[in-house]
């Protein structure tokens, strides 16, 4: 069984940025497709960028650009590199793995963009 720990949320003024971390625990971290999702008060949760086991990555369209989502198979750990902050990127940031039918979630981090 996958299990995701996320780290490095917190405050952050607009314009800064924050790397989110997410590590993994097993042995089949490299065949995993990894993401990170995120919830905003009172919102539902949306997918924010994925990386594929192979590689291939996606972005939600009010991200691209800021964010970076990148892969260390050989630490079992996801990024998410997130610059230019933005309030609106306030959320629960929450990592998620997904292998066949088979779905993971970490505990979530909370990122707050305010002055």
């Known amino acids: 069984q996958v299990q995701l720990v996320e780290s490095g949320g917190g405050l952050v003024q607009p314009g800064g940025s924050l790397r989110l971390s997410c590590a993994a625990s097993g042995s089949i971290f490299s065949i995993i497709d990894m993401g990170w999702y995120r919830q905003a008060p009172g919102k539902q949760r949306e997918l924010v960028a994925r990386?594929?086991?192979?590689?291939?990555?996606n972005y939600v369209d009010s991200v691209k650009g800021r964010f970076t989502i990148s892969r260390d198979n050989a630490k079992n750990t996801v990024y998410l590199q997130m610059n230019s902050l933005k309030p609106e990127d306030t959320a629960v940031y929450y990592c998620?793995?997904?292998?066949?039918?088979?779905?993971?979630w970490g505990q979530g981090t909370l990122v707050t963009v305010s002055s």
């Open positions: 998620n793995a997904q292998w066949g039918s088979l779905e993971v």
């Open positions: 990386i594929s086991s192979g590689g291939s990555i």
